[in-house]
């Protein structure tokens, strides 16, 4: 007991003070980042009537907002054009981004420093919304499914951090494979896909809310069908009609005045439902994430 005593690594009262003011600092500045969406949360389970005063707690806890908006007309297949739209979207950039950031990092691939400079320099230099917009439609692209995954499966951003990634791999591991015999595409989905998961679960994360959160290419393409209707974008209209849409909501109905929903609990409710799909995954994802921005701002 004594020995271990001894072995402590003492503290000084500066050092002590420093921690506790550090962490006082973060935990302050945690509470200012979490609180506007906590509002968020709290207003959209208070009740219609007193929901301008839930500031902590739900003032008059109710999930009758949920139910009720829910409830609006075509919302759940909003919701799935947005799901289905992450997800495909989401594999279709990370397999095309994956496998062009790996040829980039080939020293044999043809053309390579013209086309990775091409690349680098669509980044910085686009061509404008309408020839944008006129390349969509002239490929027949407009008011379809795929407007919203074709346009989005190469980006350069994506593509930079892959090759990044890729380059500070062990060069011994691909030629142990080839001298086995192994052919390109076996070494890039059974050794370097495997061993960049850190990278890909990072762009994973970028490419699903980045489909996620999509509206505006809603609003330019596909405006014309409304079976075509993202959740963001029935959100966008959502906020901007939220005193007609309580009307809509209350139309009808033998309803008290306080039950009535308020263009306000309107706002709130339809922001979660979008919001909390992202909050589920992010978490499961952010060790993969954090690992491989970090190599990647190391390598370059």
């Not at 402590?8 to 935990?27: D, E, M, P």
């Not at 692209?141 to 407007?147: K, Q």
Request: proline share 4%; charged share 15%; aromatic share 14%.
């Amino acid at each position: 007991m004594k020995d271990s005593r001894k072995n402590k690594i003492r503290v000084s009262a500066g050092r002590r003070i420093f921690l506790a003011l550090n962490y006082l600092f973060f935990t302050l500045i945690i509470i200012i980042c979490s609180y506007p969406l906590w509002y968020v949360f709290v207003q959209s389970l208070s009740k219609e009537f007193v929901a301008g005063k839930g500031v902590i707690v739900p003032n008059g806890f109710t999930l009758r907002n949920y139910q009720q908006v829910m409830k609006l007309k075509g919302i759940g297949n909003a919701f799935k054009i947005s799901a289905l739209r992450t997800v495909l979207g989401c594999l279709i950039t990370v397999t095309s981004c994956m496998i062009l950031g790996y040829l980039f990092s080939k020293q044999e691939m043809p053309f390579r420093k013209l086309m990775y400079r091409g690349l680098v320099i669509c980044m910085y230099v686009s061509g404008g919304l309408i020839p944008y917009y006129l390349t969509v439609k002239m490929v027949g692209l407009i008011n379809t499914f795929w407007v919203y995954v074709v346009p989005f499966a190469v980006s350069a951003y994506y593509v930079i951090l892959i090759k990044t990634f890729i380059e500070q791999l062990p060069a011994s591991v691909e030629e142990s494979a080839m001298l086995d015999g192994a052919g390109i595409f076996t070494i890039l989905f059974r050794i370097i896909l495997p061993m960049s998961m850190p990278i890909i679960a990072t762009i994973a994360v970028y490419a699903s809310v980045a489909q996620w959160n999509s509206w505006f290419d809603n609003h330019l393409y596909t405006g014309l069908r409304e079976d075509l209707t993202t959740l963001q974008y029935m959100l966008y209209n959502y906020l901007n009609q939220a005193e007609k849409l309580s009307q809509v909501l209350a139309e009808g109905r033998n309803i008290n005045e306080e039950q009535i929903l308020t263009p306000k609990g309107v706002r709130m409710t339809v922001t979660m439902i979008t919001v909390i799909p992202v909050l589920c995954i992010y978490p499961f994802l952010q060790r993969f994430f954090v690992k491989g921005i970090m190599i990647g701002a190391v390598k370059g």
